[in-house]
């Protein structure tokens, strides 16, 4: 399939890509439609109909480097897309700001857009700030879900996430907390599988947490899921205590999903 043309943003300082929009909205009162859509873990066919019909109907989509290509190449090839491409750490808070920048002006402009957001725009997304923003503005975003890599990565995985006799909890948490810090750590509940968020790359930290501070025994066992519904989707197995040194060994391909608990293992077991 041939690749669509996209405006990036690729240099905090660098704003002249995005005044074209600015420039015209002080000659339009006409207002616009803003839907905040879940992109799923990355494999187009994993996107719902409803984010499928925005993608094709909208005008401008915001999207971040966290959207897959693959999902990418549904756009329309004359539907202009910005994408955030240093909407990572220490840019977070500015490369945010102009994504919401972007998308208000072209509402005052009265285009369609959507912000496309990885997985579920609710779950560790900023789907809820965004939705604040424009709701501030006068703008109510249409929440459309979508597929998270919290319930599809262990899945595709073959790991169910609540099991009888095993597990009969699911907690979900993110690996990095404000300003990119490490969050606090949930105690261990051995009928519990905690999926963990933008973890992987500091899993020797969170899993030293989770022995010191959240009382995980060591062999707890957990997986690593890379690039979850993708054609190279690999697992890494290990425990709390060895996964850290496993990844170090045979390395890591972002994004992955840290799941700890023993619901890892209930089907591996029965093979």
Do not use: W
């Not at 690749?3 to 002249?16: A, G, L």
């Not at 494999?43 to 109907?57: F, G, R």
């Not at 190449?73 to 897309?81: A, F, G, N, S, W």
């Amino acid at each position: 399939m041939q690749k669509k043309d996209f405006v990036i943003n690729d240099n905090n300082d660098n704003t002249q890509n995005l005044c074209h929009v600015t420039n015209e909205l002080s000659h339009s009162n006409k207002r616009g439609i803003i839907r905040l859509v879940g992109a799923g873990p990355g494999d187009p066919k994993l996107l719902t109909l409803s984010a499928y019909q925005a993608i094709q109907e909208a005008d401008l989509i915001l999207s971040d480097k966290l959207v897959s290509d693959e999902v990418l190449e549904l756009i329309p090839k004359h539907t202009e897309v910005f994408i955030a491409a240093r909407k990572f750490c220490a840019n977070v808070e500015a490369a945010q700001a102009e994504l919401n920048r972007v998308g208000l002006d072209a509402l005052n402009l009265g285009k369609h857009v959507v912000r496309l957001k990885q997985g579920d725009p609710f779950l560790f997304g900023r789907g809820g700030e965004e939705f604040l923003f424009y709701q501030s503005h006068g703008y109510i975003p249409q929440v459309i879900p979508g597929v998270s890599s919290c319930m599809s990565a262990p899945l595709l995985a073959n790991i169910p996430v609540t099991h009888r006799g095993v597990a009969s909890q699911f907690l979900v948490c993110t690996g990095t907390g404000k300003k990119n810090t490490i969050p606090e750590i949930p105690a261990y509940n051995p009928i519990r599988t905690t999926v963990f968020l933008m973890a992987c790359h500091r899993i020797r930290d969170i899993t030293k947490d989770l022995m010191e501070k959240g009382n995980y025994p060591s062999d707890c066992p957990c997986v690593v899921i890379e690039k979850a519904s993708f054609m190279d989707q690999r697992e890494i197995r290990g425990t709390v205590s060895t996964i850290a040194d496993i990844i170090d060994r045979e390395g890591h391909t972002p994004p992955g999903t840290f799941v700890v608990g023993h619901a890892c293992t209930v089907l591996s077991k029965q093979l």
